[in-house]
């Protein structure tokens, strides 16, 4: 008969705060607690979002900005490194 183990206080290395759990955690893990995990999820959310933003925008700017002769060139670059592998 398998029985249930009683649940560890551990501490959040962010936060400092206690958080009960009943998974074991071994000795290198970083113990993060459910409020942080969610904090950091955010801050990647965001980050995501932002870069998604700046990539829409970026290519096209990138594009105008550049004359033809560089576009040119670039390509040309390219096109010089993918046949050479």
Same mark, same amino acid.
């Given at each position: #008969?398998?029985? $249930?183990?009683?649940? +560890?206080?551990? !501490?959040? &290395? ?5 958080? #009960?759990? @009943? !998974? @074991?955690?071994?000795? #290198? ?9 969610? &904090?950091?999820?955010?801050?990647? &959310?965001?980050?995501? $979002? =932002? ?8 290519? &096209?700017?990138?594009? +105008? +900005? =550049?004359?033809? +002769? @560089? !576009? ?14």
């Amino acid at each position: #008969m398998e029985y $249930e183990r009683p649940m +560890k206080r551990i !501490r959040c &290395d962010e936060c400092g705060e206690t958080f #009960m759990t @009943r !998974r @074991r955690v071994g000795n #290198m893990q970083i113990i993060i607690c459910p409020a942080c995990v969610a &904090d950091r999820q955010k801050a990647h &959310d965001a980050a995501v $979002e =932002l870069g998604r933003r700046g990539g829409i925008v970026g290519g &096209d700017a990138r594009a +105008k +900005k =550049l004359s033809p +002769k @560089r !576009r040119t060139e670039i390509a040309r670059n390219a096109a010089r490194a993918r046949w050479d592998q």
